[in-house]
């Protein structure tokens, strides 16, 4: 079947995908965006947690026709979705606050051969032409920074999907005290970090966005 | 995109700056935070070929059982499949394994654990591959089954490896056991004559899982050459290039390793899982050749946390001294030996704890069973071990009457105290400080969830937003642990690491290139190696190149070692190029100024050569010029021994490592539901090269030991040693509402032996959490609890 999905505000098609693919899949394997992991695809890590019309679920129990017609935000497409919001609330993110670290260190990156990458589009593809490409430095969501500050990642993998899930917490709830974070993030598995730099990134950002505005 | 990716080009992979920040001793942000926060990071499963193929694995269902036949057929017919193996199929050698080559890459004739890989199928769609496999007709005849020490050494028991021919093998009392390691010291009779008290229990400790959350899986690419290029996630890539060149039938310049993103480790990817199986998919097909596991079948592709079955007798004068410890140390190692021999040999050495007892008799073995195969994690034999001797400390305090904490400061061990191996304890070992410490640090409020007058918050109570309580027969308690764990590998292996170093100067600055095969599985040591390389080279702009083979080993990613092992190699080979700096800069400034003379005088700082009276005489543009220092160098620790194996002695390890932990728990004695409280700790680091990291190892070891007390456990059915629970619907680990606070007091003793007196962090707070939080639960309930992981109808009685 054919499937058409907004992700992270671009239309988005892919062709033959099965009755059983997941969101997740399709996302993953077949619209170039691995942000979101597979960490169990059951349901239990939230590791691929992603936005369906702005609600947080897991990717790996939505089966991609759910999906049909629908607005998808992936970790990809957060930096944008908090900019977006915070032009539509009275202050935007403080320049140089949020964002500024990130011309400070160097990167580095595990390693792909020329023609091995992750996240090629395989079948899916942008309905559009894409207007900015990975690796261009645009500021990121609070949320994402504080992560990086706070020390709350560490392999990473749980990242993505806890970010969503954190931002979205943020959005509802701009001022969470320690047991909302806990419960917003309790579907979000974590192995390495014990999660007390994830609550210390939370509530940074939530300080650093307060304070914003 | 992918341009920008090449690994043959390394420096376009990183955005490097001038800054002159992060030396050793700051909390530098990690390097690979930026990629990893907005899911550009590629760990293993996101790797992508144009025209590549998934592979999918059969597994046994049966965990003892002989193969008739396989038949392919079926699956071969089915649409888009392009290849399916059996052992039938294998080029070359059949068998891999870290110590001993015991693990068939296929089963061939018999399987000997519940999911042993059986097949391996290659198609165009993961979904195919997993079809064609079920199509797959395997004819089995199940065998007797081998589960725990009385039916591994019965008259007449099934061997697990029969006719096997390891260097352990000889001295094995029975060949279902792999390994066999006694530790004897003074005369445990005679001190048990003068005891006043003596402890005798038995104690278990369940199957932990790593959990590692990025599931196994790489992509194998065949070369042109015939051979194989591997992009995987894995700890220690020489030593899988080493086990998968003869299975695959190539010398092993042709398989070349380069490390793609790793989502956590935990040593669950010492061994090999998919390697083989992917790499023999690409040759057979010429195509790529992808293979992620789900979780079902990540429970089946790694060994686990040996299970152990404990006997411990402590004897103690009135006046609180230890007189004598005897224990014994059953670890299933399950069907294939995998690190099994250094896991006994750890728990053997390390089994008295962090104190001082003259009169020892400790033996430890591993079995072979028809359990899944375990080996790795972190903690390696010391955890299983440190539940044990922490439940006697507080029993045998408990019998004398004395505060726990004091007993064990009283007898605990101190820098110039000899190890039960006859091992001189030479560096700082602080371990009456951090029970002080810890001791020390303010208690959590009592009954939080019910302070200010409010409504009672259930998400602070055990059973959280179950609404299982409102606090009606909840009882806290209180628990203190201390462990010991050695750094680096140990008994005489030859443990080294690799660096290689480019120093250059482009576009008028000095960058610093390091490359080494040392695998990042999370712990931060891309960040730490930048922060060596800055602080020893005083450049601001450091590059890390992608890991892989073309650079000499950095051996594993493991036993607390890759910061003094990697990290020193990284020191060591900076010296190196400043030398050669010093060289370069004498040969054509030397008349210049008479320090260049002097090269013990200068260092480098901010791309200068400076004296050590801060004259600036030199800097590296002008020194270099266009020409690049381009140095490799190994570094190793000192040199240690095997343990004797009939009395256990012998300089066996290289350093150990020290964390206390005090756990505060409260207990829902009707529903037995616990709720930890707060875990606090504290940890000798030597010296911490990066504050930030240090805390969160310490915090998230310390999680992982919760998980050990109080839920995680693959439980394998009695009859049949079927893993029973192979998801995260049934294997529970932490959650954000199952840790606590964890406060962490970091101490920094110097170790003159190791590179910047550091000490390693990463498994220690994973070995006294447990005990901590379990004799927390004691005090809560006066329960004797001698299992882990505690459950609810341990609490109950039910
Ligand atoms: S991958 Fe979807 S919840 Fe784990
Ligand atoms: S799972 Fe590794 S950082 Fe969370």
Known sequence: ?213 | MAADRTASAPAALTQATGATRGTIGESTLRPDGTLKVTGEFAYSSDLWHEDMLWGFTLRSPHAHAAIRSIDTAAALALPGVYAVMTHDDLPAETHYGLEIRDQPVLAKDRVRYHGEPVAIVAADHPETARRAAARIAVEYEELPLVVDEATATAPGAPLLHPGRRDHHAAHAPHPNIVHRQPVLRGDVAAARARADVVVRRDYEVGMQDQAFLGPESGLAVPAEDGGVDLYIATQWLHVDRDQLAPVLGLPADKVRLTLSGVGGAFGAREDLSMQAHACLLALRTGKPVKIVYNRYESFFGHVHRHPAKLTYEHGASRDGTLLYVQCRIVLDGGAYASSSPAVVGNAASLSIGPYVVENVDVEAIALYSNNPPCGAMRGFGAVQACFAYEAQMDAVAAELGLDPVEFRQRNAMSQGATMPTGQLVDSPAPVAELLRRVKALPMPPERAWEAAGGPVDVRALPGGLSNTTHGEAVVRGVGYAVGIKNVGFSEGFDDYSTARIRLEVIGGEPVALVHTAMAEVGQGGVTVHAQIARTELGVGRITIHPADTRVGSAGSTSASRQTYMTGGAVRHTCEAVREEVLRRGRERFGASHPAWAEPARLRLADGKVVTDGGEVIGDLAGILGDEAIDLEREFRHRPTEPFDLRTGQGFGHVQYSFCAHRAVVEVDTELGLVKVVELAAAQDVGKAINPLSVVGQIQGGSTQGLGLAVMEEIVVSADGARVRNPSFTDYLIPTILDTPAMPVEVLELADDNAPYGLRGVGEAPTLSSTPAVVAAIRAATGLPLKRVPVRPEHLTGT
């Open chain 1, 1 to 213: 079947m054919r499937v058409n999905i907004t992700v992270n505000g671009r239309p988005y098609e892919a062709d033959d995908v099965w009755e059983g693919e997941s969101l997740l899949y399709v996302l993953r394997e077949r619209m170039g965006l691995p942000g979101s992991k597979n960490a169990c695809e059951q349901g239990e890590c939230g590791s691929c947690t992603v936005r369906l019309d702005g609600v947080p679920v897991c990717a790996c129990l939505v089966a991609a026709g759910q999906a049909e017609g629908r607005e998808v935000v992936t970790v990809e497409g957060l930096a944008d979705h908090a900019r977006q919001r915070s032009t539509h609330t009275a202050g935007a993110v403080r320049p140089g606050g949020p964002g500024a670290g990130r011309t400070g260190e160097p990167e580095v990156r595990p390693a792909e051969p020329e023609a091995i990458h992750s996240g090629e589009p395989g079948t899916g593809h942008p309905v559009e032409p894409e207007p900015s490409r990975p690796g261009q430095v645009a500021p990121l969501a609070p949320v994402q920074q504080a992560f990086i500050d706070a020390g709350a990642v560490q392999c990473g993998f749980c990242t993505p999907g806890l970010l969503v899930a954190a931002d979205e917490l943020l959005e509802r709830t701009p001022d969470p005290s320690d047991a909302d974070i806990r419960e917003a993030l309790s579907g979000n598995l974590c192995r390495c970090t014990g999660y007390e730099k994830i609550l210390d990134a939370v509530r940074l950002a939530a300080a650093r966005t307060g304070k914003a505005v």
